[in-house]
């Protein structure tokens, strides 16, 4: 009698499907998974999932990262945590007015070849549900954004990302590569709420109070889930002479999100073309 094998996914090589299974989210392994995840989120508003992409993976990325070096908007910008205009009325001290610098090297999704293996298991529904299901999300669009869905971002040596919010809900990261020195990711769960901005609160992490920041473990392959509208996060300064590689996934639950104008010129010194009516 022969067996029929259900085809691989096309991202197989790409994720460690014996730990994370992915493809097969309504088996007891799979719903333990997200439940995982579900209860790590709840509990400090960030997830992560070590040895989620296979080492192969990750040093192609790297190696493609290398190689698209040339292609990357080096950015060398201050804004403030809002990425709004600032409010120079206001006191210097204020969230508003307060000046935090980002410094990267960003390649932007169209220049990310579409057989790259981050590209493949980001295009793919069965990571889209993954996502939406521990999010507990009924509904879940991957980016429209010709430049934003999934980027590559390098450090380099003297590099940071500043502190800000996201503009979106949540994010999702894979490390690729961390740096000799500095690099760390830094968070504060909960620093603002829909409802309040919480001005007081977000002015003593920017007057470097440190009580109340974590810092979001990740060694290379690991996807990570982050609540980052209300968290305030930012990357240290980059030290050493190894650039630190990371991706953003970016997700949204309309199917038509992109970047706003200001943001997308401070990332990768272009506008996203703006659908046809």
């Not at 085809?7 to 460690?16: G, K, L, N, R």
Request: charged share 25%; aromatic share 8%; hydrophobic share 35%.
């Amino acid at each position: 009698m022969s067996h029929t094998t259900a085809a691989q996914p096309v991202y197989a090589d790409v994720v460690d499907l014996g730990a994370y299974p992915i493809h097969d989210l309504d088996s007891d392994a799979g719903k333990a998974l997200i439940e995982r995840c579900r209860q790590s989120l709840a509990k400090d508003g960030c997830c992560t999932l070590p040895g989620f992409v296979k080492p192969a993976a990750v040093s192609r990325m790297v190696e493609l990262a290398n190689q698209l070096e040339n292609k990357a908007w080096i950015s060398d910008k201050t804004h403030n945590v809002y990425f709004e205009p600032f409010d120079e009325a206001l006191d210097a001290k204020h969230p508003l007015a307060h000046h935090e610098r980002s410094a990267k090297h960003g390649i932007a999704y169209d220049c990310i070849p579409e057989n790259a293996p981050l590209r493949r298991l980001y295009e793919s529904d069965d990571l889209t549900r993954f996502i939406g299901l521990v999010l507990e999300k009924p509904v879940l669009y991957r980016s429209a954004d010709p430049l934003d869905a999934l980027q590559i971002t390098r450090f380099h040596p003297g590099e940071e990302l500043g502190w800000h919010f996201d503009r979106s809900e949540f994010s999702i990261t894979v490390m690729y590569q961390k740096p000799d020195q500095g690099g760390d990711f830094e968070y504060v769960p909960g620093l603002r709420t829909k409802t309040d901005e919480c001005y007081d609160e977000v002015r003593k992490v920017l007057q470097a109070d440190r009580s109340r920041i974590k810092v979001q473990s990740g060694e290379p392959g690991t996807l990570a889930f982050f609540h980052g509208h209300c968290a305030m996060h930012r990357v240290t300064l980059i030290h050493g002479n190894t650039p630190r590689i990371n991706s953003v996934l970016t997700y949204g639950e309309h199917d038509n999100m992109r970047l706003n104008d200001l943001t997308s010129d401070l990332f990768y010194g272009r506008t996203s073309p703006q659908p046809k009516a």
